[in-house]
């Protein structure tokens, strides 16, 4: 067995080498957006019924995945708790980024989205009516310090636009209804488990979706779209959506939350070298620094979140 071969076994036994599949494929949900966006004039809501139509029968294999270890039986308020969840979390927040992403870069996107664990910290400050700690403070103007800087990225690079702004409203509110969904999870997550959550919610947020889409949307257009279209809309829902999750779970599994969270830390700077790669967009000393920025502040972020996100 090579030295490799060896490296990448100790890595999948002690969860590092899963953690960084789970980074990197979350990462490339962007990218994939944006290239659906670039094969043809493609609506939002289309782009996202394609994912997620992908995506359901993924996401029920996710539950029933789960289902040997599911440590409670779900009841009706169970059901109605996860129906909204998913209505947050992968309906309404996937929906605001496929609209943000229309207009700014997928690495600004990412930026954006990886603030959502200030916004849970701040969220958890309104219920709770505790004074953040100093270092928390810090942390929260570092993370904003750090955001500015990728925003002047992107003005700069598409002359100062108004659509940069909306577009970054658009994500800025999907990073609020993650953080909502995100504390919405509470006591359900260690109760019903993080992959079968993630499964139930999925297929909630899926139906959300393709009943909207069916709606006031063109299914008759569906058969018309490109290949690539499809292409990536199933790449979405694989690599960037179900897997993840999948080895998210693995990956805490064997080296926990924490250290998983971690490795999450990649997942930013993956996303910038995979939109400079894919989609040529540019990188400047400002996304590097604003990026290097953000990563640091969500770092010193106390309390930190409990576990890993599985992004929308």
Same mark, same amino acid.
């Given at each position: 067995? !090579?030295?490799?071969?060896?490296?990448?076994?100790?890595?999948?036994?002690?969860?590092?080498?899963?953690?960084?599949?789970?980074?990197?494929?979350?990462?490339?949900?962007?990218?994939?957006?944006?290239?659906?966006?670039?094969?043809?004039?493609?609506?939002?809501?289309?782009?996202?019924?394609?994912?997620?139509?992908?995506?359901?029968?993924?996401?029920?294999?996710?539950?029933?995945?789960?289902?040997?270890?599911?440590?409670?039986?779900?009841?009706?308020?169970?059901?109605?708790?996860?129906?909204?969840?998913?209505?947050?979390?992968?309906?309404?927040?996937s929906?605001?980024?496929?609209?943000?992403?229309?207009?700014?870069?997928?690495?600004?996107?990412?930026?954006?989205? =990886?603030? =959502?664990?200030?916004?849970?910290?701040?969220f958890?400050?309104?219920?709770?009516?505790?004074?953040?700690?100093?270092r928390?403070?810090?942390?929260?103007?570092?993370?904003?310090?750090?955001?500015?800087?990728?925003?002047?990225?992107?003005?700069?690079?598409a002359?100062?636009?108004?659509?940069?702004m909306?577009?970054?409203?658009?994500?800025?509110?999907?990073?609020?209804?993650?953080?909502?969904?995100?504390?919405?999870?509470?006591?359900?997550?260690?109760?019903?488990?993080?992959?079968?959550?993630?499964?139930l919610?999925?297929?909630?947020?899926?139906?959300?979706?393709?009943?909207?889409?069916?709606?006031?949307?063109?299914?008759?257009?569906?058969?018309?779209?490109?290949?690539?279209?499809?292409?990536?809309?199933?790449?979405?829902?694989?690599?960037?959506?179900?897997?993840?999750? =999948?080895?998210?779970?693995?990956?805490?599994?064997?080296?926990?939350?924490?250290?998983?969270?971690?490795?999450?830390?990649?997942?930013?700077?993956?996303?910038?070298?995979?939109?400079?790669?894919?989609?040529?967009?540019?990188?400047?000393? =400002?996304?590097?620094?604003?990026?290097?920025?953000?990563?640091?502040?969500?770092?010193?972020?106390?309390?930190?979140?409990?576990?890993?996100?599985?992004? !929308?």
């Amino acid at each position: 067995m !090579s030295p490799t071969q060896v490296r990448l076994r100790r890595w999948s036994q002690d969860g590092r080498l899963y953690a960084v599949l789970a980074a990197a494929g979350f990462s490339m949900k962007a990218v994939f957006v944006k290239l659906g966006y670039a094969a043809a004039p493609v609506e939002p809501l289309t782009l996202l019924a394609v994912r997620m139509g992908f995506a359901l029968p993924l996401f029920l294999w996710l539950a029933w995945l789960a289902r040997a270890h599911a440590a409670a039986p779900l009841s009706v308020r169970d059901g109605i708790h996860i129906a909204l969840l998913g209505f947050l979390g992968y309906y309404l927040s996937s929906l605001f980024d496929f609209y943000g992403l229309q207009t700014i870069t997928a690495g600004l996107e990412r930026l954006i989205l =990886y603030l =959502y664990p200030t916004l849970v910290l701040l969220f958890q400050v309104c219920l709770t009516r505790e004074q953040p700690s100093g270092r928390t403070l810090q942390a929260l103007a570092i993370c904003y310090l750090g955001l500015g800087i990728g925003f002047v990225h992107d003005l700069q690079v598409a002359g100062w636009s108004r659509d940069v702004m909306v577009g970054s409203a658009w994500v800025f509110a999907s990073a609020v209804t993650y953080a909502l969904y995100y504390l919405g999870t509470g006591a359900l997550v260690t109760r019903i488990g993080s992959m079968r959550l993630a499964g139930l919610a999925g297929s909630a947020s899926c139906v959300f979706v393709l009943g909207h889409f069916m709606a006031v949307g063109d299914a008759a257009a569906l058969p018309a779209l490109p290949a690539a279209v499809w292409f990536n809309g199933g790449l979405m829902a694989v690599v960037s959506t179900t897997l993840p999750i =999948y080895w998210l779970a693995l990956a805490i599994g064997r080296m926990g939350a924490a250290q998983a969270a971690a490795v999450g830390n990649l997942g930013p700077v993956l996303t910038v070298f995979a939109s400079w790669l894919l989609l040529g967009e540019p990188v400047s000393p =400002y996304q590097l620094g604003g990026l290097a920025l953000v990563i640091f502040g969500v770092s010193r972020l106390k309390p930190a979140p409990k576990r890993s996100p599985d992004r !929308s």
